[in-house]
């Protein structure tokens, strides 16, 4: 009973090492991809895009929605989300936003010292004849008023850009455009704070231009104002939890994309290993069953020896002779023959001296492949590698004994 047992243990340490490595490999091919692509920066600036300025065209997100946007929108497209990478500080003076006064709400701009008419006219007056002139200059386009003229010299706000600016301190070059992954809330409801301290009437001059350039921000941060009870103590922090919340959020998005991701990555090195792993845990039985006999032999019994000469006389050790056919039998455990069938395979030298050798096994490969007998086993090896390495590394722990550091 307890050598059944021991068998058995030894067959599911084996599987769970074989699900380990591979999804190591997985883990390993997705991360170079998520760093050599900038995914996580690139879901993070398409957020805050959707966010702050609205989708690229009416009814669309920044944020891919298909799966085919999943693999090719966002890693590929041209329309890249991030603002461009400035290695300047950023500006010590924060300049308001020049919004037409016309489409300002009316009531959005009423203060009870009645210095808000003064800044819409101070407004018009700054986005004049000179404005126009200037914004012609530069070859800018022009904002387009509520009454659907133009409005003279003023440019679309880009509520992005005037956000990077603030957080400039914190990112670092890595190519042309913006790495930055992760945003503190505290550092976000800064920046949000020192955008409204640039306008006339503090947050609520920010939520008037918000609301007047249609950016999706205006909604949560009126929502937040109105439940501080227009305290700028309350506000501020009122600001960190709700974009605390929203990153959470965004995590766990993020986390259903990279499963996606990890569930194609393991379909194609499955397929790419050919790692069947019904036939694996065979493989590791018969394993198991030959060292057995080789220890009921070494103990001097005569039960094992016909499984050594039946292992020797075929072709798997590739040497007749027993001593040299047990040594190189036990030195080439199942778990060294796990990618034995993969399309180019590694086949290590018993000398230390020789230089390992590579197999084309492009015919072989593709029979497993067509082969229907083979299906169960690649769809179990599919599954497993949803689970990724931690899962595996914590099983591999329990079953094993291995203590964590922690305890």
């Not at 057995?292 to 798997?316: F, M, P, W």
């Not at 180019?344 to 390992?356: G, L, Q």
């Amino acid at each position: 009973m307890i050598r059944l047992i021991s068998i058995y243990v030894d067959l599911a340490i084996g599987l769970i090492l074989a699900f380990l490595l591979l999804s190591l490999l997985v883990s390993g091919v997705n991360e170079a991809f998520v760093r050599l692509l900038g995914i996580r920066s690139k879901f993070l600036w398409a957020y805050l895009r959707d966010t702050l300025d609205g989708g690229p065209e009416e009814g669309r997100s920044w944020i891919p929605s298909k799966i085919a946007d999943i693999f090719a929108k966002l890693p590929f497209s041209k329309d890249d989300p991030r603002p461009v990478h400035s290695p300047d500080p950023a500006p010590s003076v924060v300049e308001p936003m020049r919004v037409d006064p016309v489409a300002v709400p009316a009531a959005e701009e009423l203060a009870t010292d009645g210095s808000t008419a003064d800044t819409a006219e101070g407004l018009a007056d700054e986005g004049g004849t000179e404005g126009l002139a200037a914004g012609e200059a530069a070859g800018e386009p022009v904002a387009e008023s509520a009454a659907g003229k133009p409005a003279e010299g003023i440019a679309p706000i880009d509520m992005t850009a005037r956000l990077y600016e603030r957080l400039q301190e914190i990112d670092h070059p890595k190519g042309a455009r913006t790495s930055i992954a992760n945003i503190p809330p505290e550092r976000f409801s800064g920046a949000v704070m020192e955008l409204a301290s640039a306008e006339e009437n503090g947050i609520e001059g920010l939520l008037a231009k918000l609301e007047a350039i249609n950016s999706p921000l205006a909604g949560h941060l009126r929502g937040v104002w109105e439940g501080a009870q227009r305290d700028m103590g309350k506000f501020r922090k009122g600001v960190e939890n709700w974009f605390d919340g929203e990153m959470q959020r965004l995590s766990m998005l993020y986390g259903r994309y990279v499963k996606l991701v990890v569930f194609a990555l393991g379909v194609v090195l499955t397929l790419l290993f050919s790692m069947d792993a019904l036939e694996y845990g065979k493989t590791l039985l018969r394993d198991n069953a030959y060292r057995t006999g080789v220890t009921a032999i070494a103990g001097g019994g005569g039960d094992g020896y016909a499984a050594l000469r039946d292992k020797c006389a075929g072709s798997e050790a590739g040497v007749a002779e027993p001593y040299g056919c047990v040594t190189e039998s036990l030195s080439s455990p199942a778990l060294v023959k796990i990618f034995d069938h993969a399309l180019v395979s590694v086949t290590m030298p018993p000398e230390d001296s020789d230089e390992p050798s590579f197999h084309w096994n492009g015919g072989a490969w593709w029979d497993r492949l067509i082969t229907p007998g083979h299906w169960p086993g690649y769809l179990l090896t599919m599954v497993a590698l949803l689970f990724g390495a931690s899962f595996w590394w914590d099983v591999l722990r329990r079953l094993t004994g291995v203590r964590g550091r922690s305890s």
